[in-house]
DNA sequence: GATGAATGAGCTTTCATTCAT
DNA sequence: GATGAATGAAAGCTCATTCAT
């Protein structure tokens, strides 16, 4: 008859949000924003439709929520630990990283393409928008600028980096679309090669 | 009050045809396949509602349509008139075309963008794959044969065709993001400066 | 063969939009704004949900729109035709239409009362207070005027003319709640008693 | 750790019952019953949603309650202490208290309002209605038969005594809408002028 | 007694599609 | 061919109520 503590209260809801939010990035990517319904996603997740809402204001916050989780996988891409290591090392732990997190998280990265590139929703996404700015441009920059530094301007070392990260864009877009037959690895060993002789 | 002649009849109904199949490219491209509604494009179009109708059996295929009439703008893209060139040049005027469409086209790229990566829709867009698989990769493959197919394996060149695609792709997706401030013609020539010394 | 013609479309959206007026109040003035759904509506008028989404933006415009339409139980109410006729004449024809109207468009009283009570509905009905205060409140005014002008002060005159609406207010609040057993006529009498020797 | 006695634990019981009945009471006449939710009457006492349900069997009883609470209102307006003086000190009491009710407990003259003209609701205020025809009205009838006994049969002054009903409910109606600068005190001399010369 | 997570019925609203004219 | 009124399924969301602890 002892009610719950705060604790136990903390820890279901904890569990409930989780448990919402991946099943929420699965049905997205599933089926699309638009397409992917509440009551789906409720059901993908065995709870009432009603309890999504105990979590989150609405349909747009659930997305915002299920992106902000998924700002994980990009900073898991930019986790290159070794100080002591070359630019072109580091060039190669990211692209690693990267083609890493489009086998593990294949749900969350169909989701990326299907909002980024929504002409509407992606509006709402500014909490994505400033970290892309603040975190991930900056650290692109400062590695091409170790790379290039000594024979490039900064102008054209910016350019370099729009390039590469259209490189990043463009072949998750395809291994989005294509799926496992993408030969993913073999692409980034032929990118290297762009960059260094090997 | 000439009786309309059968091929007059057929040029109008082309005509309509045309018109809705071009109103509705810029209002999917604006709002999104689910957010644009019926009602908008017959609008736009200044036609009425039940007329659509009449023309495509559903909003499904009105957007099939709209899908293969942008398939002109890949033609266009791939016309490289004189067969006297090597193949750096075809390469560099495929690239020049496509910079230009990507600016002419922007409504096209857009709905392009947001359909292919769109996960259930894309798979009712076979049309476009076969497109693309007959008549796009083909086209790739032979000038990169003419550049690489001294030094490569045809598998490898297929890999650089991706690579290269990726590349297309990702530029796509990041001009229509970011719009009219995307540098698009410094990341054209970075792109060739990997292929090419210059 | 021939298509409807405008006019035939204007009147059947006339025809339609009248009715979804009449049963709303109706239902409206049953169950409260509230209660009242949009189904039960729809189903009053042996229509679809839908259709009142054709002519109504909202179910606020709806109410809005059932308001305006009983402005005319106000504007019947103050018809007095005669020119030449003494204050007190016109204050009995005034209350004359003003019990005859509560019998005949018990409805739209229920629903007045039910509305204008409701303390955040209220701030919606802005034609309302606008339509009363410009055009109820000067008539009363301008009779009371006739009235008491020699023996008053305009101060004292504006109090006289919130006591009569307190009455009116009050007959029409109490008559909502109880009815036809309500003797609306004998009140009405003891009223004027208050105000003229008989 | 003395064990609370039975009556700590009823005392207890009626002091968060009363909290409850306040709060809601608030809560009510700011939204009105519908949109006013359990919700926000819990926290407006600082409690939680499920002990509201230990107390009431539903929002629909809690409702009940609040309004029998407000009879307090009704008994307070009647109390007229002094058994030797006359009719018309009463009602010059009576009306005094009833004027001052409305400012001291505008949130209960607010529900009542919006409940009693509430078509639906009003019915299962069966309770109100009772202790209204079994005291509320008692009073006024024996008041006006003293005022009014010698020239009336006892159905006219049945009406003078509706009449005068109407007045009360019209003036809390009108105070209600218009809020403070509603000029009560004003409006209530005038209305005694209508009984007794002054 | 007390908590708040969880439920599910029911609400308003949207929109592709049909069809009488 | 052409119109737009009308339909109805399905969406997002709210909230009184229950119940395990």
Chains 1, 2, 3, 4 share one sequence.
Do not use: C
């Amino acid at each position: 008859m002892t009610p719950r503590t705060p604790e136990k209260f903390a820890e279901m809801r904890e569990k409930s949000r989780n448990l919402i939010i991946e099943k929420a990035m699965d049905v997205f990517a599933k089926h699309g924003y638009y397409k992917a319904s509440i009551n789906m996603i409720s059901k993908a997740a065995g709870i009432s439709k009603g309890l999504i809402y105990n979590y989150f204001k609405s349909k747009d916050e659930l997305l915002q929520s299920v992106f902000v989780e998924g700002f994980k996988y990009f900073d898991e891409m930019m986790k290159i630990d070794q100080t002591e290591i070359s630019a072109q090392e580091k060039l190669e732990i990211l692209l690693n990283n990267f083609t890493q997190s489009l086998k593990d998280n294949l749900p969350f990265w169909k989701l990326y393409q299907n909002i980024i590139s929504h002409p509407i929703i992606s509006e709402k996404l500014t909490k994505f928008k400033e970290y892309y700015e603040s975190v991930f441009g900056p650290l692109l920059m400062s590695i091409f600028i170790e790379l290039f530094g000594n024979e490039m301007t900064e102008m054209e070392i910016q350019i370099e980096v729009m390039l590469f990260a259209a490189f990043l864009d463009g072949i998750a877009f395809d291994y989005v679309i294509m799926g496992e037959e993408y030969p993913l690895d073999a692409i980034k060993q032929k990118l290297l090669g762009k960059y260094f002789d090997r």
